[in-house]
């Protein structure tokens, strides 16, 4: 298995973390049999802002989870977060000097999203009351993928090398 280079002298803090929203429509409220609910699927949006003068990165994390009873799509629950991740000698670390452009190494995106995820997969466990949703086992995300596609969307943007 090749090595991974990690940086080993990155020093960051968690500054914030924040539930934004969450809502949960209980089978009562949606006028749904809960024995009916066999399959869920969920929603999944990524938003990622660096503040570069501060050496912020903040994730935002949006999850909705949705049924399909009789040809009908329910959304059962779901929540926002915020992230804020704050990186000690931002500047130097991640800022190319010739062409002022942002160079975060991949490693250290996906760990700041594995946080931000497993962290508001904890939220959800903790916020749900209905027992049977309590049930409904959450994917594992490809967090490879995940970072893949926004740093595309982050280069389009012109913020990122």
Known sequence: MPKQSV??????????????????????????????IKKSNIGFGLKIEIDEQNGFILIYLKFDNNILIDNVDYNIFGIESLYVFQIKNFQEKYIDQKTKKLIIPDDVMISFLN???????????????????????????????????????????????
């Open 115 to 161: 946080i931000a995820i497993a962290g508001t997969r904890g939220m959800f466990a903790v916020l749900l009351k209905t027992p049977k949703y309590k049930k409904i086992v959450l994917p594992i995300f490809n967090v490879k993928n995940i970072w893949t596609d926004a740093k595309k969307r982050l280069r389009e943007t012109k913020k990122l090398k």
């Open 7 to 36: 940086d080993t002298n990155l020093r960051f803090r968690i500054a914030e973390i924040k539930k934004i929203s969450s809502y949960e429509n209980s089978p009562k409220k949606l006028n749904i049999d809960p024995k009916k």
